[in-house]
């Protein structure tokens, strides 16, 4: 796998990348595409997350469960899609969550949450690849074992970090954090068969920006505009 990560993530996850599991994995991706399966996101975009927000900048960390599994729509960052795709309703409750919570106008067909990613937000799927048009079809095949792994470093070797955990499947989590040195937002899952009954409302985003400044750190401007291609 051609693949694109940042050097602080390869070094923490060095050891990770060489155990069985992760190697089966491996062998498990290869088999899938010699097979034709269709699978997203593109190779090279399935560490993605790790590219876009080194460790030494982690501030945030959004779990998502896996990615999206129609055409063009996963590269690798949750809840996000590339330029010119139309954002899923997950993520349109997300913006009008944002707006409610701190005015900001959702931006009109754009759902690249890469500036985010860019400001310290890790935007981690619970399983960085999907089969075409079959949800949670890679999650059972080591990648859980690789995100909590992730997740289970952050928390012994970052203090300050917010994790915001939408949703039982990211609540599960939770075990994995020390909450005695990190802080824990939790909410309904922003998915239009949730979202009312605790995700609207939530304000995690000035939550979230509070804390930093708590913690003497620059707030996220969660105001989005195009990605500069």
């Not at 599991?21 to 399966?37: D, I, S």
């Not at 079959?134 to 300050?160: M, N, R, Y």
């Not at 939408?166 to 954090?177: D, H, S, T, V």
Request: glycine share 8%; charged share 20%.
């Amino acid at each position: 796998m051609d693949v694109q990560i940042h050097p602080s993530w390869k070094l923490l996850l060095k050891e990770e990348f060489s155990k069985t599991y992760f190697l089966q994995l491996v062998t498990f991706l290869k088999t899938e595409k010699a097979l034709g399966k269709k699978i997203f996101p593109p190779g090279a975009l399935i560490f993605n997350a790790f590219d876009k927000t080194p460790f030494d900048e982690l501030k945030v960390v959004i779990l998502g469960q896996d990615p999206y599994h129609g055409e063009g729509q996963a590269h690798g960052l949750s809840f996000s899609v590339p330029q010119g795709i139309k954002p899923p309703p997950s993520l349109q409750n997300i913006f009008k969550e944002i707006k409610t919570d701190l005015g900001i106008e959702i931006p009109a067909g754009y759902g690249n949450l890469e500036k985010w990613a860019r400001q310290g937000v890790l935007l981690l799927n619970a399983a960085l690849t999907v089969r075409e048009g079959e949800p949670l079809s890679h999650a059972k095949f080591g990648w859980a074992e690789f995100t909590d792994t992730v997740i289970k470093k952050i928390s012994d070797e970052k203090t300050g970090i917010i994790f915001l955990l939408w949703g039982k499947f990211a609540q599960e989590k939770q075990a994995l954090i020390d909450e005695t040195k990190h802080f824990i937002l939790m909410a309904a899952h922003p998915s239009p068969f949730s979202a009312e009954k605790g995700f609207f409302g939530c304000k995690h985003f000035s939550k979230t920006n509070q804390l930093l400044m708590q913690l003497g750190q620059q707030p996220i401007d969660w105001k989005l505009h195009p990605v500069q291609e």
